[in-house]
């Protein structure tokens, strides 16, 4: 037989063995007296391989005997149809054939180069764990040396430039071990796992009373091993440490998504933020997700607050941005403020912002709810505005008209915002800066008292 068929059948041996091992939990429900004829069957075809490998070697010191004897045999006296130098070719086939012969002989038992101790982490993935994964690359590399178009140097352990079976057996040693408990990985830097988790509620949203709220975690990443699930109704924090008062918790988790069916009630109106921890092997993630359960008997929208947040006689960008900023806040929380609570539910949501939105561009004295509302005056009076010349050329034209209807509605901190557009110095483009530029429209600044 043929030595690599030999070797590949050793390899298959091995990967088998740890398959075996690997899957014992699947397979534990077979009993010892099962596995006998099994084993004795391997055991035989270990025998007759070793027996196979006896004559290969036995051949081959035989073959290296005779060469040596051939060697010995050579005239080297010169004949007169035999050259000195076609004397020392011949030597020199004999040696390269015994070279040969040799390095072939040391692929089946090779001579070890260096201690166990300075050979490379057998976790050739950097996963952290020596597993199936590291034992099938290595034998998949099996029998390649330095130069050949499959050598691979991280599955050559030993460093000797030819992947054997040494390096297929000092991975196999180490199945199923952590890098951290092995000398030859100190110091290699490990691949750590990756976990991460996304939340969806079913219903994510409805009227007091909202009851059997669905959690629903998707988890991905690298890491391996079961999976723990904590599902809480409403914790705010991004912190990973399970604590008390989850709505579920389930340990063990084999199939994702994973659903925690009617975990929440809510029996009052707010922003409530659901939450999953999920724990796998060494690593933690988690994820929030709003609910937002309205009361039952919302207020008609003539009951609603004046839209126009900063009472200026106008509702513009500066009413839009102060409710957004306070989204997502309930009476009691540090951001609340309940100027931007227009409804009066106690509770700043898409609601608040929609109405103050719709009035959007609208002077307040077109709108009911604002009737009776007491308009603050403007901050300074418009002889106090800067130069409506905002481009300098001397004229108010068009140039200056455009350049200011660009940036309304932008605010001191966004992107677009243009201090030279915002003549009236309150931090943001509106309407008022607008009409105040367009007001003077093909006027020359010699006649404008702002500009001189």
Request: charged share 20%; glycine share 6%; hydrophobic share 30%.
């Given at each position: ?55 290969i ?106 992947i ?41 949203s ?12 998707n ?15 409403n914790r ?14 389930k ?46 008997n ?50 700043i ?8 939105s ?55 901190g ?8 915002d ?9 008022t ?20």
């Amino acid at each position: 037989m043929n030595f690599r068929k030999v070797i590949l059948i050793i390899t298959s041996l091995v990967i088998l063995v740890g398959i075996l091992i690997n899957n014992a939990p699947l397979i534990k429900a077979i009993t010892i007296d099962d596995l006998v004829p099994q084993i004795t069957s391997l055991q035989n075809q270990i025998n007759q391989i070793k027996k196979q490998l006896a004559e290969i070697e036995k051949t081959a010191n035989s073959l290296a005997e005779s060469i040596s004897q051939l060697t010995k045999k050579v005239v080297v006296t010169p004949q007169p149809e035999t050259t000195v130098e076609s004397i020392k070719k011949q030597i020199s086939s004999v040696s390269e054939a015994i070279s040969q012969l040799t390095q072939e002989l040391q692929k089946i038992s090779p001579t070890p180069t260096k201690p166990e101790t300075e050979y490379k982490c057998p976790d050739l993935n950097l996963d952290g764990l020596v597993d199936m994964k590291d034992i099938r690359f290595v034998s998949e590399k099996i029998n390649t040396c330095l130069g050949n178009i499959d050598y691979d140097p991280k599955a050559d352990v030993n460093g000797d430039n030819c992947i054997t079976m040494t390096d297929v057996t000092y991975v196999s040693k180490y199945f199923g071990k952590e890098t951290t408990g092995i000398t030859q990985c100190t110091g290699a830097v490990v691949k750590l796992p990756t976990l991460s988790v996304a939340i969806s509620a079913k219903p994510s949203s409805g009227t007091v009373p909202l009851t059997g709220v669905d959690l629903t975690a998707n988890i991905s990443g690298t890491a391996t091993g079961p999976i723990n699930c904590t599902f809480y109704c409403n914790r705010t924090d991004a912190g990973t440490n399970i604590t008390s008062g989850w709505c579920e918790k389930k340990d063990g988790v084999s199939q994702v998504p994973y659903t925690a069916t009617d975990c929440c009630n809510f029996s009052s109106a707010g922003i409530y933020t659901a939450k999953i921890i999920v724990e796998r092997g060494t690593s933690q993630a988690e994820a929030r997700i709003s609910i937002q359960v309205n009361p039952t008997n919302p207020k008609p929208e003539s009951e609603y607050k004046c839209p126009d947040l900063n009472l200026d006689g106008l509702v513009d960008m500066k009413d839009i941005r102060f409710v957004s900023e306070k989204i997502n806040t309930c009476l009691g929380d540090l951001n609340y403020d309940p100027k931007a609570d227009v409804d009066g539910d106690n509770c700043i949501t898409m609601t608040d912002v929609n109405y103050v939105s719709k009035y959007f561009g609208k002077g307040t004295t077109g709108i009911t709810q604002c009737a009776g509302v007491v308009i603050k005056p403007p901050t300074k009076p418009e002889s106090e505005y800067k130069c409506p010349d905002l481009i300098l050329d001397g004229i108010i034209d068009m140039k200056d008209v455009r350049l200011v209807s660009s940036k309304v509605n932008t605010c001191l901190g966004d992107l677009n915002y243009d201090p030279k557009a915002d003549v009236d110095g309150d931090n943001c483009i509106t309407m008022t800066d607008v009409n105040y530029v367009s007001k003077y429209f093909g006027q020359s600044t010699s006649g404008i008292e702002q500009c001189k």
